[in-house]
């Protein structure tokens, strides 16, 4: 993409992009929201670890790979590569559909189409990592019916917005042009220039929340070595009376833009626009003033808005110049709403930029935060501290996932207990996610014929016995995502026979375990051995295991 003669890669965007097209490659039904979603959450969002991790929700497995003494055909298609030209600050992801003896057909992220060149050139802006693609046991995006529909409104809304947006424009526009001929071209004037002043001071905004921001690092580094937004807007004269000149323009061409639903085709309203033009007109020389001498650097965004200022005060100066109102004769009453709209508007932008700036750098914090909870080794050495399990688990419980895995996560649990059953689907996700990964049930139930813990415990337990992992993982599903445990149901779906009675003696070995143990609360969770750490929750076992 193009921005001001420069190139520039969303590379959230270009992330999104790779998603789409292997998902529709293999056939996966899914949404871009919830997509979007998916790398908003990651720890490590632009990165080809997010890429395989993504993934892995849809079914497809993943497998980096340098290049090195392979060749392209090599590989099955379509595989996924990072590509960087001379004029692209950072590199970008690319999926390769089709490689034959000569050329290769690829994405190409900055035009967004599908190219075709010589496999030479290809290679000479490869960085030469692949991401082998395995789709076999690819599955539709969980929940999908419901994510597309808010994405279908999310899309409408956005499309009613700025529909709204520009068909107010061009009914101002129209209506500006068809107003009295002494005044049609200003309001044009001002309509156009407000409308690239209020973009221009919505990005000014944007970088007081995020100045690091590739998008705005790309327009304010793009200008050669003297451009840096930077340098002059966290300077000590970028504020006045405490705040931001962003501020500043953001209230002036905000209130500006809005009163042209005041003062279509009404000429009084134009001449008071036409004196504020002029009243802040001394502040382009302040700025560049400041920027060429103070910081002796330069903010091209600043540029832009001290242009369309300049603009607006030329126009205004000769409009003012053509007309006969004199300022003492002004209709003050055309002021009071303008006043309104702009003290308004900067209080709101000065009270809403520290807020977005705070949650900005709280969920920064919070993502470096994640980083270095979920980090293995630190994990690790707070589950090395816990209780440990003194008494051997081999031969006890239902075993979901595979039997030679290393880790093993022990969960005790009472059948008929809330908190075990949202454990369930939490605890699912781990092994689904990590097949290096198994869960141990372990049940509290007594053994006894009064409690009501025994029959579903004894019941599962028989369905193990008789079919298998498959069944029983099946079973202990129906069980705990019912929104009630009745076991008659249940027994019903599931019949066994008279494996019961065999069952009821693992029941009893169990609960002799729990005592043992000291088993005081459900649900209780061990760690290849260690009980989990108090400060961790079950669901963030998917993001260190």
Same mark, same amino acid.
């Given at each position: ?36 979603? #998916? ?115 999310? *899309? ?117 626009? #036409? ?15 400041? *920027?060429?001498?103070?910081?002796? *650097? ?38 009071? &709403? ?15 930029? &520290? ?24 994990? *690790? ?21 595979? &039997? ?10 009472? &059948? ?38 025994? #029959? ?12 298998? #992992? ?76």
């Amino acid at each position: 993409m193009k921005l001001f003669g420069q190139n520039y890669i969303d590379l959230e965007e270009n992330l999104l992009d790779i998603f789409q097209l292997i998902l529709h490659a293999s056939d996966i039904k899914h949404t871009r929201l919830n997509l979007s979603r #998916a790398i908003e959450k990651h720890l490590d969002p632009i990165s080809l670890v997010a890429v395989q991790d993504v993934l892995k929700d849809y079914g497809v497995e993943s497998a980096g790979v340098r290049l090195g003494e392979y060749a392209y055909e090599d590989f099955e298609t379509p595989f996924v590569c990072a590509l960087q030209r001379e004029h692209w600050p950072n590199a970008a992801l690319t999926l390769v559909t089709e490689v034959g003896e000569q050329h290769i057909s690829f994405w190409d992220p900055e035009k967004k189409r599908q190219e075709t060149v010589r496999i030479a050139d290809f290679k000479s802006i490869d960085k030469e990592i692949v991401l082998l693609l395995d789709d076999t046991t690819k599955k539709d995006e969980m929940d999908y019916e419901k994510n597309r529909a808010d994405e279908k409104r999310s *899309q409408s809304l956005r499309q009613v917005s700025f529909g709204g947006l520009g068909i107010f424009i061009l009914l101002a526009g129209f209506a500006a042009w068809n107003s009295s001929p002494a005044s049609n071209w200003i309001a044009l004037t001002f309509l156009i220039s407000s409308s690239i002043g209020l973009a221009l001071s919505s990005l000014l905004i944007w970088h007081d929340i995020d100045a690091f921001h590739p998008f705005l690092k790309e327009v304010c580094g793009g200008f050669g070595k003297k451009a840096d937004c930077n340098a002059v807007l966290s300077s000590a004269g970028s504020n006045f009376l405490g705040i931001s000149w962003s501020a500043w323009g953001m209230a002036f061409f905000a209130s500006f833009f809005a009163a042209q639903l005041f003062f279509i085709a009404d000429p009084a309203g134009y001449n008071w626009l #036409a004196y504020a033009s002029l009243f802040v007109s001394p502040y382009i020389i302040y700025s560049i003033y400041y *920027q060429a001498l103070v910081v002796r *650097q330069w903010c091209p965004l600043c540029l832009f808005v001290q242009g369309v200022l300049l603009v607006n005060a030329l126009a205004s100066y000769y409009f003012l110049k053509q007309s006969d109102a004199a300022f003492n004769e002004l209709n003050s009453f055309a002021l009071l &709403p303008m006043a309104f709209l702009f003290f308004g508007m900067l209080a709101l932008t000065h009270k809403a930029v &520290p807020l977005l700036k705070d949650a900005k750098k709280s969920k920064d914090l919070e993502r470096r935060w994640k980083r270095l909870r979920y980090n293995p080794d630190v994990f *690790q050495s707070l589950l090395e501290k816990n209780n440990r399990i003194t008494f051997s688990v081999e031969g006890l419980g239902i075993v979901v996932g595979n &039997p030679q895995a290393k880790t093993e996560i022990v969960k005790v649990c009472n &059948p008929y207990c809330g908190p075990c059953s949202k454990a369930h689907p939490a605890l699912d996700a781990v092994v689904h996610k990590n097949p290096d990964v198994r869960v141990r049930i372990i049940f509290t139930a007594s053994g006894r014929e009064d409690d009501k813990r025994t #029959a579903p415990v004894a019941h599962l337990l028989a369905i193990q016995q008789v079919y298998g #992992a498959e069944q029983v993982k099946e079973a202990l599903d129906d069980w705990y995502l019912a929104k009630e445990k009745d076991y008659e149901l249940f027994a019903a779906k599931h019949p066994v026979n008279g494996e019961m009675t065999t069952a009821l003696a693992k029941v009893e070995a169990m609960n002799a375990w729990c005592d043992a143990m000291k088993i005081r609360a459900t649900p209780t969770i061990f760690i290849n051995g260690r009980e989990l750490p108090d400060s961790y929750q079950i669901a963030e076992l998917k993001n260190i295991l």
